[in-house]
């Protein structure tokens, strides 16, 4: 397989009913919760991408059995002190900010040494905004550069709980923070501003000791001990970030529509959904439901008239944080000038997504102002483009290809996108849906 894809033309029109894979936040936090239970866990449609068999595998090297046949994955854990391995262990947590943060949580501790590892992109990210408040339980940390990976940890038996104010809006943060917290005598405390709440509903649906106090801004979350975790059976829901894609692609052309089935459409999580709506794309949730506390629905898309621009609420920022480079397409076809803000954060990603957007929508013919932590797209709805465009060195950031495909797909020009197989990460069957598209 050649390591790039050719655009050369838009798609055409389509109606489709379409499913996405796997959730990958809930994916991973299933595999570690169930390394923690009494008992083998089951989930079905587990999101089989190199973050989640990167859980897998971690887990895997703390001594604890896994077994994947078809669309079946179970793990075999051996209680909330189950782990079993050697002094001076190597974990490799490879692309995922996720595992290789909430990770350093479960291992508080050990008392063992662990070094924690990752790819190239990871290496670079922040790690101190987690060790620095895992620290605090007494947990010791050293950092091989400044604040990324390498990493080692040590832990100790006796934590002592804490309170601690989480406000860049981070889950990977947060969750770390709740999983330490569930190994100390007291009751932990976080003062944290609002963001995707996965974990906590896995508390909940557990029952395990955790109280929230829910206010405007941010959440007050308590975590006291847990002795045992019950195995847990769980079908995953797909992912809504993965489905972002394509409810941009219709977004973005004209006689369109589409079904994605089956989607997990927590709140937590549906920026792009309220951001697009604003927009005035008709999007629709029909057959919802609620399975173990997360809300899912079939979401449903159509074409819009027109497209409005934004001036972007920054209280979205997190709940939309992943899917900013598509939704900045839906501004660069927007009848006016579109403003996002706060958005700091977005350069902390896989690679530097800010700096990525402003470079493509630039490529594309569009006039773009950015700062370090905002955005102003001058939107133009009968955007058409006519030139080659080669992307590549984008540290292999799986939201940076599939964002360019879908401004290929949808704008025309001759694109050659470098790093295909970044999908890998969390998408692997994306191109393979925009395949039956054309059909
Ligand atoms: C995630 C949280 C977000 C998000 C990431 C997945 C999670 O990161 O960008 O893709 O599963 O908790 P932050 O918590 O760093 O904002």
């Not at 050990?110 to 895992?134: A, E, H, N, V, W």
């Not at 943060?173 to 974990?199: D, L």
């Not at 013919?365 to 905002?374: A, E, L, M, P, V």
Request: contains cysteine; glycine residues 6%; charged residues 25%.
């Amino acid at each position: 397989m050649s390591n790039f894809v050719l655009i050369k033309k838009e798609i055409k029109n389509f109606n489709k009913v379409i499913s996405v894979s796997g959730d990958k936040s809930i994916s991973i936090r299933w595999v570690l919760f169930s390394s923690l239970a009494s008992g083998v866990s089951e989930a079905k449609n587990l999101l089989m991408s190199e973050d989640v068999i990167a859980a897998i595998n971690l887990i895997k090297k703390l001594g604890i059995k896994v077994k994947i046949k078809k669309n079946l994955c179970k793990i075999y854990g051996e209680g909330f002190n189950g782990y079993k391995y050697k002094n001076n262990l190597t974990l490799d947590a490879k692309n995922s900010g996720t595992l290789g943060r909430l990770i350093l949580g479960l291992l508080v501790n050990s008392t063992k040494k662990i070094k924690l590892i990752g790819d190239k992109s990871l290496s670079k990210r922040d790690f101190k905004r987690i060790s620095s408040p895992l620290s605090k339980f007494g947990v010791k940390f050293k950092h091989k550069n400044k604040f990324g990976l390498p990493l080692e940890i040590k832990g100790i038996k006796n934590l002592k709980p804490i309170f601690y104010i989480e406000n860049r809006g981070s889950a990977q943060c947060k969750s770390s923070i709740i999983f330490a917290g569930m190994r100390t005598q007291g009751k932990t405390i976080i003062k944290a501003k609002k963001s995707r709440n996965h974990t906590e509903l896995f508390c909940k649906y557990l029952s395990l000791p955790l109280r929230i106090k829910s206010k405007k801004k941010f959440d007050l979350i308590e975590i006291k001990k847990v002795d045992k975790i019950n195995p847990i059976k769980y079908r995953i829901p797909s992912d809504i970030s993965s489905a972002a894609f394509f409810i941009v692609l219709v977004a973005l052309s004209k006689k369109s529509s589409i079904r994605i089935k089956s989607v997990n459409i927590n709140p937590s999580r549906t920026g792009v959904i309220k951001i697009l709506t604003k927009m005035g794309i008709s999007i629709n949730f029909e057959n919802k439901k609620i399975y173990k506390g997360e809300p899912i629905a079939d979401i449903c898309v159509k074409s819009p008239k027109v497209i409005k621009s934004i001036n972007c609420p920054s209280n979205l920022n997190s709940e939309a944080i992943d899917e900013f480079l598509i939704i900045f397409l839906v501004a660069a076809k927007a009848n006016g000038i579109s403003y996002f803000k706060g958005l700091s954060e977005l350069n902390k990603k896989e690679s530097p997504r800010l700096d990525w957007a402003f470079r493509i929508l630039k490529l594309m013919g569009i006039k773009t102002f950015k700062t370090n932590n905002s955005i102003k797209i001058i939107g133009n709805p009968k955007l058409k483009v006519k030139k080659n465009i080669v992307i590549k060195n984008f540290l292999k950031d799986h939201r940076v290809f599939m964002t360019c495909v879908i401004a290929a797909l949808s704008f025309g020009g001759k694109w050659k996108i470098y790093d295909q197989d970044s999908i890998r990460t969390s998408f692997p069957s994306f191109l393979k849906i925009i395949s039956d598209l054309k059909k």
